[in-house]
């Protein structure tokens, strides 16, 4: 399992959730409700017009779209990893987990 770096007072829920943001290839079950929960949990989200939420980890601040389904799509979960990535979270260094866009 990866290892992401950040705080360690985070709860299994969001961690599990963390890791599978960053694992490759692009999981395609990570649910929405999830990531929120996360995001919540590491930084701030709040709701904007146009089906968007204004999403600020650290110094970082990102609108992402509220998907249609319960699932994040491969896009979603590449924002994320720029934006925690941006913002301190990511893979620990040298486990191999890939941010590349292709995936």
Partial sequence: ??????????????????????????????????????????????RHRDNKVAVTVGSE?????????KDIDVESIVDLRRLLSDAGYGPSAGEGASTN???
């Fill in 1 to 46: 399992m990866t290892s992401t770096s950040g705080p360690n007072d985070l709860n299994s829920h969001p961690r599990n959730t963390l890791d599978k943001i960053f694992r490759p290839p692009a999981s395609h079950n990570i649910e929405w409700h999830d990531v929120l929960s996360l995001l919540t949990a590491i930084g701030s989200v709040a």
């Fill in 61 to 69: 601040t990102r609108f992402l779209d509220v998907p249609e389904h």
């Fill in 101 to 103: 866009e292709s995936e």
